[in-house]
């Protein structure tokens, strides 16, 4: 058989089942080029593979077509602008998840909120949403100081990575949700698990860790024990943001209000489902006068 061209490489992995996209960026891999090079490969459609990224792509296609995400696969996942290293010891970002971020930047700039607030990330991983938010407000009035926690040492590690070569500086506390936090902040907000534990599409991410991905009978286990934890933890006029499934926002939405928290409301994905719910905390016994001013 002759040489494959880069062309043939491509065509033999969409074959296999693999989409264009990806075969591309595989192939752009294996070459040792960046994602964005893809007008590289058309304009060398007819070049000869060399022999060792050609057997590195093969293998990489191997594990794309039996179900292995491409981030892992690569090593890195865009997400809200930033290129984050990920793999199997955490949930790779997803797009729906800048829902949440654009929800909680809104908050952080609000005037309501003071300079430099305080901002916690439940179950943070690879830190994609805790980064996010410090990188989007670090030469503004608003920059805050970010919490990120996670129950996980390995998820921790990765997140910790990812900060130190963005130059973005976090703090780190390992907690299964908040039974280690000592301190009150202005905002919270987390992407927890909320599949259900019997849910079938579940088998499609068997490569992501469980743990991050299932939350009991309902999906709701996580988000719950978030919520009943959080207003021991907000000042008084702090938000709580919480993602969650498809068809959750009204069960999100019921918990937050019979927990005490008002303007309860809810924010679409990018493909218009109602992807994160939120409310506010209007304060109470013991946790000082809050950071609202009157009026
Ligand atoms: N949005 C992810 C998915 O359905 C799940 C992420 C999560 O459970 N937090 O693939």
Redesign the pocket.
């Known amino acids: 058989m002759n040489p494959p061209t880069c062309a043939h490489a491509l065509a033999a992995a969409q074959a296999q089942g693999l989409d264009r996209l990806d075969a591309q960026l595989l192939l752009l891999h294996a070459l040792g080029k960046p994602g964005d090079a893809r007008a590289w490969l058309l304009a060398h459609d007819t070049d000869v593979l060399p022999e060792k990224p050609a057997e590195d792509f093969r293998a990489m296609c191997a594990r794309r077509a039996a179900g292995e995400p491409l981030a892992y696969i690569v090593g890195s996942k865009e997400f809200f602008g930033l290129t984050l290293q990920v793999d199997a010891r955490v949930?790779v970002p997803?797009p729906?998840?800048e829902t949440l971020v654009d929800w909680a930047l809104e908050c952080l700039k609000a005037p309501a909120m003071p300079p430099k607030p305080a901002v916690l990330d439940l179950g943070t991983g690879s830190g994609a949403i805790a980064l996010a938010i410090a990188y989007s407000l670090r030469a503004t009035a608003h920059q805050a100081r970010v919490v990120a926690v996670d129950a996980s040492a390995d998820a921790l590690d990765v997140a910790r990575d990812n900060a130190g070569r963005l130059g973005l500086s976090l703090d780190f506390i390992q907690s299964h949700w908040l039974k280690e936090v000592g301190e009150h902040f202005h905002l919270i907000l987390s992407?927890?698990?909320?599949?259900a534990s019997a849910d079938p599409?579940l088998e499609a991410?068997a490569y992501e860790p469980l743990t991050?991905?299932?939350?009991g009978e309902d999906g709701l286990d996580d988000i719950r024990e978030i919520v009943r934890q959080a207003p021991g933890h907000l000042l008084a006029g702090g938000w709580l943001l919480l993602?969650h499934?498809y068809d959750q926002a009204e069960a999100v939405c019921a918990l937050l209000a019979q927990e005490g928290f008002v303007q309860v409301q809810s924010r679409l994905d990018l493909a218009g489902i109602a992807r994160c719910s939120g409310g506010l905390w209007p304060g109470g016994q013991g946790i000082g006068a809050g950071f609202q001013t009157a009026g």
Not at 191 to 195: E, K, L, W
């Open positions: 949930l997803r729906d998840t992407n927890p698990p909320y599949i599409h991410l991050a991905l299932a939350a993602e499934g």
